[in-house]
């Protein structure tokens, strides 16, 4: 890094990471606002029935209510990890 | 027709307070009846920053328990005549407010002919602030460009649109206004701070209006004057402005740009 450089270099541009973790926060929020209060214990106790099974990471279970013109659909889905050996 | 307007925000310390005030003062001085009520039991603020600390004798609770008619508690503003403060309790108890004496009090203002009842929410997503929000007509939703108020404001967001009154009435919805203050457009452009589309973008509203970060609004506070009659100072400005759109005049965003700094005060610093 040349001099000049370095005396441009500014700091970092933290309002992007604001806004990228927000956008991720706010999506997530939105998505589970209005649902059953059970939800989020729903989740837990799946993903620990699955770990039971399979390791996976605590971010890979999804669990979504979504109405749809009068029936309430939970969407599950579980994002497996790539097999290393596959006696797991 | 009253029309109720509830300032949030969610987070605490975001200008709520502040925006009441202002908001409030600038309906006054546009020849509207206003009242601006205090919702934060316990915590009473309002009165300090309209500058009439010292002239209350009933309160919002008061007249919720019968204890005091409505216009013995309205304290009628010293600058204009037809704006009044209704102070919040500061010895009660939080259940001291319940959702029948809210609905009695503003009855008694719709029957004096008020245009506009401003009510100042309390932070937090308790009772106060539920209150604050249930029979509102409109809402400015107070937030700074920062993550928690940003997040804050979009659980609001999503309260007013099914925790109030009209939404569990079926009776059409309640506006929504988003209001960002505490605006720096040094550390904006600098990176720093989010930006007006930032907030509109993750928040998916526009604003109705930018308050730019100013000593003058800390100036007001000292002072107990809302910072709106300062028409000198940018923040009283852009609360002018945001008085106009929310009455539904189109007014361009003011105070966004860096000012441009000499070469001296770059040199010198300042």
């Known amino acids: ?88 | 027709m009253t029309e109720i307007l509830v300032v949030t925000s969610g987070k605490g310390g975001v200008g709520k307070t502040t925006t009441s005030a202002s908001l409030a003062t600038g309906l006054a001085q546009l020849g509207k009846k206003v009242a601006v009520i205090d919702f934060d039991v316990g915590l009473r603020n309002l009165d300090l920053i309209m500058g009439c600390e010292r002239r209350v004798v009933y309160d919002f609770v008061n007249v919720i328990q019968g204890e005091a008619t409505l216009k013995q508690a309205l304290i009628r503003d010293k600058r204009l005549d037809n704006l009044y403060v209704l102070a919040a309790s500061q010895t009660r108890d939080k259940d001291a407010l319940t959702q029948e004496g809210v609905e009695k009090v503003l009855k008694g203002l719709e029957e004096d002919k008020f245009d506009y009842v401003v009510c100042d929410s309390p932070a937090g997503i308790e009772k106060g602030a539920h209150l604050a929000m249930y029979f509102a007509d409109q809402a400015v939703v107070v937030v700074n460009p920062e993550v928690s108020s940003v997040r804050d404001s979009d659980r609001i967001l999503g309260l007013l649109a099914s925790k109030t009154r009209h939404a569990e009435n079926g009776s059409g919805e309640v506006a929504q206004h988003l209001l960002l203050s505490r605006y720096n457009p040094v550390r904006v452009a600098a990176g720093e701070m989010l930006s007006v589309q930032d907030v509109e973008e993750i928040l998916g509203i526009s604003v109705v209006g930018v308050i730019p970060e100013s000593e003058q609004v800390l100036a007001a506070s000292n002072a107990g004057v809302p910072v709106i009659l300062d028409n000198e100072s940018l923040a009283g400005q852009a609360y002018q402005d945001t008085v106009a759109r929310i009455l539904g005049e189109e007014r361009p965003l003011r105070f966004l740009d860096v000012q441009r700094k000499g070469l001296l005060k770059r040199m010198f610093g300042g």
Not at chain 1, 15 to 24: G, K, Q, S, V, Y
Not at chain 1, 38 to 44: A, G, I, K
Not at chain 1, 65 to 77: A, K, N, T
């Open chain 1, 1 to 88: 890094m040349g001099i000049l450089d370095f005396l441009r270099s500014k700091p970092k541009n933290t309002a992007n990471l604001a806004r990228e973790r927000l956008r991720i926060i706010v999506a997530q929020e939105r998505s589970t606002r209005g649902g059953p209060d059970y939800l989020p214990l729903l989740r837990s106790e799946l993903l620990e029935v699955i770990r039971k099974y399979v390791h996976v990471d605590p971010d890979a279970v999804n669990v979504n209510l979504e109405s749809d013109s009068g029936h309430d659909v939970l969407e599950l889905s579980v994002a497996l990890p790539e097999s290393e050996d596959d006696n797991a």
